[in-house]
């Protein structure tokens, strides 16, 4: 087969390929089978031109020039068809829809317990009192000492702690806040404060080991049981109703004397009995008394002079029972299906 011959074979074979080159990779072999400066089929062809006479170089020597500027046209062709044909094959794969609706994470709220932590803050704040905060980690004296509740004291067993090492423990109460704010201030003293205690509570539908107080303590010159009772009506009924009523039943904390529970009639059933009330027309909300005299004179307060109360309420029942919750474990377990509903 002469020269010519194979030039023109190769060429026939080579447009074919190239024009039936189905993708980019494919058509790239073909290039380097072609055009490859080792073993390149036409490569070796123009190699081969050296063995030919002179007369018949130049003419040859054109022709396949002239096949190489064509195949090397054609295969610059094909690929730019398969380049846009892949460009447009991704383009409908991402395609973006924009008519479809976005997703954006959804906005952050606030916690239930910190919703009602908020409402009782706002009532307080009203009434004049201040808000402070205390640890968490609390000393056997803060805790239980200091509110004249001494080591063998049978009333300790009101709060099952967790202890930690070297006289520490989990606070069991919001109280021993009290005895940290008297000893940093001097009468009169107005505070509430909102915070985490724990408890070595056997978990169930009404107790957990970790739950939320808010505590309050007044004390001045001259304040009675009245000044309580009004400011925790007050408190009442604005959280639950203004037709609401407070009742206060005697009741016994080491810190206070006397002491009483806070009863509120029931705001679902107005007081004629109910699932909610345990059919008595009444619901407590919170612990309550006059600050006991030991307490005010270990602090220092001069008892002569000053009177005091103080109360304490579990914000998780208040929550439960103004939003109609029947299990306190769904508070703590973070469930969003749950807590978006408030
Ligand atoms: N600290 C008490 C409790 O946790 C509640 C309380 C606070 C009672 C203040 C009286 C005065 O049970």
Redesign the pocket.
Known sequence: MSIFDELTRLKDEVTSEIRGASTLEVLEETKIRVFGRKGGALTTILRGLGSLSAEERPEVGRQANEIKEFLEGLLAERQAELRGEALEGRMLEERIDVTLPGCWPPPGRIHLINQVIRQIKDIFRGLGFGVIRGPEVETDFYNFEA?NIPADHPSRE??DSFFLREGLLLR????PV?VRVMEASEPPVRIIVPGK?YRRDAVDATHFWEFH?V???LVDEGVTFADLKGTLEVFARALFGKRRRARFNP?Y?P??EP?AEVMVDCFLCEGAGCRMCKNSGWIEI????M?HPRVLSRVGYDTERYTG??????VERIAMLSRGIDDIRLLFEGDDRFLRQF
Do not use: R
Request: net charge negative.
């Open positions: 509110l009101m709060w069991t109460h919001t109280s009290q205690c107080q505590e309050g303590l009741s904390f810190f206070t002491s919170m612990g309550c008394g600050v109360y103080a109360f304490g309420m579990g």
